[in-house]
């Protein structure tokens, strides 16, 4: 069974900084793109980065360039997303997408975790 | 940039009803398929339509999606009361990488 399970998510002040981690399970996780998806409390969802199979080509929202980072460890199966200088926009829940491509054909987010809450306030 | 414009905002129909729901796209992206979750009250989203009209693992033929160009449609056939949720279409493009719409929410009376 595919299983995707976000942690670190928790309350940080304006300014700082937080690493989200998800942990992939029941498929072979070196050849999916991961994707970050976003949902502040109330709204819609917002694709914030991608990173391809191997690590080596990230993607990010505008909303999130050079403040956010993702960047995977195959070796343990797990996605990460670096956050820092947050502010009170970037509070939401935060999930973990696995990228299923087919090439020229079609591409969507095949599975996702249950998501990880962050709060920005003071 | 590409943008996703769902309508109408909210759907209220009774069991057994059919339900249309629109995503129209700012433009033409080059492959032009529209996906569609359904996000239930408290859970994740789950993949429900991709390439704009094959249905995911496990998803009720009561649902099918359509559409070409800028404009795709995801039909509920007959309504039943655990449809109730958000669904959101999206697509893959350049400008960002991937958008979604504001999301339809469909109410059972």
């Known amino acids: 069974e595919v299983q995707l399970v976000e942690s670190g998510g928790g309350l940080v002040q304006p300014g700082g900084s937080l690493r989200l981690s998800c942990i992939a399970s029941g498929f072979t996780f070196s050849i999916f793109e991961m994707s970050w998806v976003r949902q502040a409390p109330g709204k819609g969802l917002e694709w914030v980065s991608s990173v391809n199979g191997g690590g080596g080509r990230t993607f990010d929202a505008d909303s999130v360039k050079g403040r956010f980072t993702i960047s995977r460890d195959n070796s343990k199966n797990t996605l990460y997303l670096q956050m820092s200088s947050l502010t009170a926009e970037d509070t939401a829940v935060y999930y973990c997408?696995?990228?299923?491509?087919?090439?020229?054909?079609?591409?969507?987010?095949?599975?996702w975790g249950q998501g990880t809450l962050v709060t920005v306030s003071s | 940039e590409l943008v996703l414009t769902q309508s109408p905002g909210t759907l209220s129909l009774s069991p057994g009803e059919r339900a249309t729901l629109s995503c129209r796209a700012s433009?033409?992206?080059?492959?032009?398929?529209t996906v569609w979750y359904q996000q239930r009250a408290g859970q994740a989203p789950r993949l429900l339509i991709y390439?704009?009209?094959t249905r995911a693992t496990g998803i009720p033929d009561r649902f099918s999606g359509s559409g070409s160009g800028t404009d795709f449609t995801l039909t509920i056939s007959r309504l039943e009361p655990e449809d109730c949720a958000v669904y959101y279409c999206q697509q893959y493009g350049n400008s960002p990488l991937y958008t979604f719409g504001q999301g339809t929410k469909v109410e059972i009376k």
């Open positions: 997408a696995r990228v299923l491509v087919v090439p020229g054909e079609h591409r969507e987010f095949d599975c």
């Open positions: 390439g704009t009209s």
């Open positions: 433009l033409g992206v080059s492959n032009g398929h």
